[in-house]
C-alpha cells in the first residue's frame, strides 16, 4: 500500500538559517505530492503541491521537488521566520481517479528568533 | 460556507458514553473525509463520501464508529462507548470532487477526550 515517511522532529532552527525537512514515499504508479502545514491551534493546510515527476511545488518561499528516482519530496526554505514555526505534513495521493490521501507523521519545525 | 466547519471544538466525555461530531464542508464540495490526529500518529484516515454514499469506509476502526451525511453537506461522525483510546483530534476535509489531486480543505478540528 501507500506510505510516507517523514524526518522525525521537532527540527529547531534560528531564524534565517535554511531549511530542509525530508519526505519519502512508497506508491504504485504515479502519485500526487502534497505538502501541509498546521499551525497551532488551526486545522491543516495546503502549501504546496506536485503533480508529475520532476515538478516543483512552490510557495510562500517554500519548494519541494518531486523526484520519482529518489522516491522524495523534501521540503526547502532558504531563510526561516519565527512565523513558518508549525507542523508540516507530507502526503500523497494515490494515481487512480479517486483515491484518499495518505499522511506522514509529520514534523514540528520551530524558529527561535 | 467559506470554509470547513467543525462542532464542536472540543468535548470531554465519560467513557461508555456516546459521542457525536459535526462537519460542514465548504459549499458544493461532493466530497467529505474524516481523519483522526493522535498524538505521534499522524493522519489516521477513516472515512471518504462522495455525496451522500461513503464508497470507503476502510479506516473505520472498529464498529463503534459510524458517519453519515446528508443532503451532500453536513456529516456526522458518532462514537458509541467511547474508549480512552479514542482521544484524538477528529479532522475533517471536503474536495470539490473524488480526486484528492487538487488537494483537500481542512477544518480547525474536534479535540475529543475521554476520561
Known amino acids: 500500500g501507500n506510505s510516507v515517511t517523514q524526518m522525525e522532529g521537532p527540527v529547531t532552527l534560528s531564524e534565517e538559517a535554511f531549511l530542509t525537512i525530508n519526505c519519502t514515499y512508497t506508491a504504485t504508479g504515479y502519485p500526487s505530492l502534497f505538502w501541509y502545514v498546521q499551525y497551532p491551534g488551526e486545522g491543516l493546510q495546503l502549501l504546496l503541491k506536485?503533480?508529475?515527476?520532476?515538478d516543483k511545488g512552490s510557495n510562500k518561499g517554500f519548494e519541494a521537488t518531486y523526484r520519482k528516482e529518489t522516491t522524495s519530496f523534501h521540503l526547502e526554505k532558504g531563510s526561516v521566520q519565527v512565523s513558518d514555526s508549525a507542523v508540516y505534513f507530507c502526503a500523497l495521493s494515490g494515481s487512480s481517479g479517486y483515491s484518499t490521501l495518505t499522511f506522514g507523521k509529520g514534523t514540528m519545525l520551530l524558529v527561535s528568533p | 460556507g467559506a470554509g470547513v466547519s467543525q462542532s464542536p471544538s472540543n468535548k470531554v466525555t465519560e467513557k461508555g458514553k456516546d459521542v457525536e461530531l459535526r462537519c460542514d464542508p465548504i459549499s458544493g464540495h461532493t466530497a467529505l473525509y474524516w481523519y483522526r490526529q493522535s498524538l505521534g500518529q499522524g493522519l489516521e484516515f477513516l472515512i471518504y463520501f462522495q455525496g451522500n454514499s461513503a464508497p470507503d469506509k476502510s479506516g473505520l476502526p472498529s464498529d463503534r464508529f459510524s458517519a453519515e451525511r446528508t443532503g451532500g453537506s453536513v456529516s456526522t461522525l458518532t462514537i458509541q462507548r467511547t474508549q480512552q483510546e479514542d482521544s484524538a483530534v477528529y479532522l475533517c476535509?471536503?474536495?470539490?470532487?473524488?480526486?484528492?489531486?487538487?488537494?483537500?480543505?481542512f477544518g480547525s478540528g474536534t479535540r475529543l477526550t475521554v476520561v
Open positions: 506536485a503533480t508529475k515527476a520532476d
Open positions: 476535509a471536503s474536495s470539490p470532487s473524488g480526486n484528492s489531486m487538487s488537494g483537500y480543505t
